[in-house]
T-cell receptor, first 114, second 114 residues
Framework: EAGVTQFPSHSVIEKGQTVTLRCDPI?????LYWYRRVMGKEIKFLLH????????ESGMPNNRFLAERTGGTYSTLKVQPAELEDSGVYFC????????????FGPGTRLTVT | QKEVEQNSGPLSVPEGAIASLNCTYS??????FFWYRQYSGKSPELIMS????GDKEDGRFTAQLNKASQYVSLLIRDSQPSDSATYLC??????????????FGKGTLLTVNP
C-alpha cells in the first residue's frame, strides 16, 4: 500500500511569490491534514479535511494560505504571497474514517522563503 | 503551560538498555495518544497508539498511559543504535474544533550508543 506522498520535496521561493504544495493521501483515507514545523518549534496543526470538506481550519495562520481538496482525493496548499516566516516543513497526513485513529505522515515539503 | 510537554533531551542510553521517554499533557479530556519516531530529515512515523489507562506492548515498545496524572510514556527495551531518533508525543486535544487534530510535543532526542 502506497503511503502519503507530497510534492515538491523542497521549494525555494522569493518573498512575495506564490507556491503550491500537493499531497496525495493513502488511498481510502477520508481524513487529510496539513501540519507545519518551523525551525525550533513543534509540529503545528493547520487544517483538517474530511473528504472534500474543511472540518477544521483553526490552525491556518492567515488568509495568505488556501487549502483545497477537490473531489476528496489529493489536496493542495497554496501560499500567496509568501512571507519569510512561512519557511518551514509542511507535512500532510491522512487517517481512516475512525475518530482518534493514528495519522500517517508524508515526507514533507521543505519551503524556504528568501 | 504548554499543551504537550516532553523533555527535549538528548537522552543517551547504551545499546541493550531500556530507554524511557515521558510526556505530559494539559487537557484532561484527551482520549487518544500517540508516539511517533522521526529520523533526522524524515517524516514522523507512527509507532504506538494508546487510548486506555495502563500498558500497551508492541514488540520492544511499551506505551503507558495514566490519565489521572496526565502523562504518557514510551519504553524501548533492548535499545538498538537504529532506535536513535527524535520521539514525538502527540495527543488529540479537544479544543472546540476538530477532535481529530494532533497536538505535538517538541520531541525527545534519543541516542543509543553501541
Amino acid at each position: 500500500e502506497a503511503g502519503v506522498t507530497q510534492f515538491p520535496s523542497h521549494s525555494v521561493i522569493e518573498k512575495g511569490q506564490t507556491v503550491t504544495l500537493r499531497c496525495d493521501p493513502i488511498s481510502g483515507h477520508d481524513n487529510l491534514y496539513w501540519y507545519r514545523r518551523v525551525m525550533g518549534k513543534e509540529i503545528k496543526f493547520l487544517l483538517h479535511f474530511v473528504k472534500e470538506s474543511k472540518q477544521d481550519e483553526s490552525g491556518m495562520p492567515n488568509n495568505r494560505f488556501l487549502a483545497e481538496r477537490t473531489g476528496g482525493t489529493y489536496s493542495t496548499l497554496k501560499v500567496q504571497p509568501a512571507e519569510l516566516e512561512d519557511s518551514g516543513v509542511y507535512f500532510c497526513a491522512s487517517s481512516p474514517r475512525t475518530s482518534g485513529s493514528g495519522q500517517y505522515f508524508g515526507p514533507g515539503t521543505r519551503l524556504t522563503v528568501t | 503551560q504548554k499543551e504537550v510537554e516532553q523533555n527535549s533531551g538528548p537522552l543517551s542510553v547504551p545499546e541493550g538498555a531500556i530507554a524511557s521517554l515521558n510526556c505530559t499533557y494539559s487537557d484532561r479530556g484527551s482520549q487518544s495518544f500517540f508516539w511517533y519516531r522521526q529520523y533526522s530529515g524524515k517524516s514522523p512515523e507512527l509507532i504506538m497508539s494508546i487510548y486506555s489507562n495502563g500498558d500497551k506492548e508492541d514488540g520492544r515498545f511499551t506505551a503507558q498511559l495514566n490519565k489521572a496524572s496526565q502523562y504518557v510514556s514510551l519504553l524501548i527495551r533492548d535499545s538498538q543504535p537504529s532506535d536513535s531518533a527524535t520521539y514525538l508525543c502527540a495527543v488529540n486535544i479537544n479544543s472546540g474544533g476538530s477532535n481529530y487534530k494532533l497536538t505535538f510535543g517538541k520531541g525527545t532526542l534519543l541516542t543509543v550508543n553501541p
